[in-house]
């Protein structure tokens, strides 16, 4: 039985910060493979990064268009993105 992938905020030591389903991790290495991953190029609000995992991209945000899948490096963390944070990025033109 395959596992379910689940959504995940994503920050790398090069700042960069990401969105998408988290496909594979390893700790180790510090990498992960994210599938319908977005990068947040800006982010508007006063709720930190956090708050994309939380709430989702705010007005204002600029997200990057989706590609299908990606491995990232020098991996930071990993955090769990909420039902209502997923919703929004998904819905995100």
């Known amino acids: 039985m395959k596992k379910e992938m689940k959504p ?3 920050t790398t030591e090069y700042r960069g910060v990401f969105f998408g389903w988290l496909e594979k991790y390893e700790v ?3 990498r992960v493979t ?3 991953i977005r990068n947040i190029i800006h ?3 006063t709720r930190g990064f ?3 995992a939380s709430h989702g991209p705010e007005k204002d945000s600029r997200i ?3 590609a299908p ?6 991996v930071t963390s990993v955090t769990d993105c909420t039902e209502e944070a ?6 995100w033109k």
């Open 86 to 91: 997923v919703q929004t990025f998904e819905s």
């Open 43 to 45: 982010w508007s609000g």
């Open 69 to 74: 899948r990606a491995a990232l490096h020098g």
């Open 64 to 66: 990057g268009a989706e």
């Open 28 to 30: 180790a290495a510090r």
């Open 50 to 52: 956090l708050g994309l």
């Open 34 to 36: 994210l599938t319908k």
């Open 8 to 10: 995940v905020l994503v």
